[in-house]
């Protein structure tokens, strides 16, 4: 059951940047009709204040298509807040993944079905298993780094697909 919880939907082993919307819109279970969005290390990187240019361009891509959602354990309302108001979307900030209260209001105010939403983050214990617990198609994406690529060592991630897979996941990253 545990290794069910960590076992992401799609590991593409990439980051946000580069992750391929028309997979999700061309799922054969049915389309993902939203994205729910970590934001930390995969929107932002580390200590960055400002989206890498490449991520920016696919979110507003990503915008155009359907409802997006920043949800972020950050206690920061004004650094996730910053981030939402230069995207125009809406966001939640101490969200407390994994647990499902703040993920429920989203999936409430999205007014749709949970598997019809994709949570993209890059975090297997918060991120994946906050997903997995609701019912959600999850994605794990590669840490971002400045320039939009993945983070080239980010030890945290690593550490956590290990553990996972010791738990028996199925976690590929």
């Not at 946000?16 to 389309?31: F, I, K, N, S, Y």
């Not at 729910?36 to 979110?59: I, K, M, N």
């Amino acid at each position: 059951m545990l290794s069910a919880l960590l076992t992401p939907d799609w590991a593409p082993g990439t980051t946000v940047a580069h992750l391929p919307l028309q997979r999700l819109l061309d799922r054969p279970e049915g389309p993902i009709r939203a994205l729910v969005l970590d934001v930390d290390r995969t929107l932002l990187p580390r200590r960055g204040v400002d989206l890498p240019a490449s991520a920016e361009q696919w979110l507003r891509h990503a915008a155009s298509l359907m409802p997006l959602h920043l949800l972020s354990n950050n206690p920061s309302r004004q650094r996730i807040g910053r981030v939402a108001q230069h995207l125009g979307v809406p966001f939640t900030a101490a969200a407390a993944k994994p647990r499902a209260g703040a993920l429920r209001r989203v999936l409430a105010d999205l007014d749709l079905p949970p598997h019809q939403v994709a949570l993209v983050g890059d975090r297997v214990f918060t991120d994946i298993l906050a997903g997995n617990r609701l019912g959600l198609f999850t994605v794990l994406v590669r840490p971002i780094a400045a320039d939009g690529e993945p983070c080239p060592h980010d030890h945290i991630q690593t550490f956590e697909v290990r553990m996972s897979r010791w738990l028996g996941a199925q976690v590929e990253a």
